[in-house]
């Protein structure tokens, strides 16, 4: 119904940036949350940062000021803009939305399949 697919992970230094874009498609009537989780080796995966349709955003205490989300409503894209990565940062990024489709009333998450970034010298 909804489908989101990632890009932009990969390797870097510590210190370094990269940004994540994550495009959602499919048959989409409405998406109101869209955003950023990850999941860390040997850990549970946890909040990095979200954004509502109407542009407030929530950030873990980890990645604030640091890591800047944002949106192109237009697009069904969301970005995940990371500066001042470090080691700790290494993990399988998931992108997130909170959405309708066309064909179900209902809202239901949506995941994308995950994209890895390894913050390493």
């Known amino acids: 119904q909804v489908q989101l697919v990632e890009s932009g992970g990969g390797l870097v230094q510590p210190g370094g940036s990269l940004r994540l874009s994550c495009a959602a498609s499919?048959?989409?009537?409405?998406?109101?949350?869209m955003g950023w989780y990850r999941q860390p080796p040997g850990k549970q995966r946890e909040l990095v940062a979200t954004i509502i349709s109407g542009g407030n955003t929530d950030y873990a205490d980890s990645v604030k000021g640091r890591f800047t989300v944002s949106r192109d409503n237009a697009k069904n894209t969301v970005y995940l803009q990371m500066n001042s990565l470090k080691p700790e940062d290494t993990a399988v990024y998931y992108c997130y939305a909170r959405a309708r489709s066309t064909v179900a009333i209902a809202w239901r998450d949506y995941w994308g399949q995950g994209t890895q970034v390894t913050v390493s010298s």
């Open positions: 499919g048959s989409i009537f409405s998406i109101n949350v």
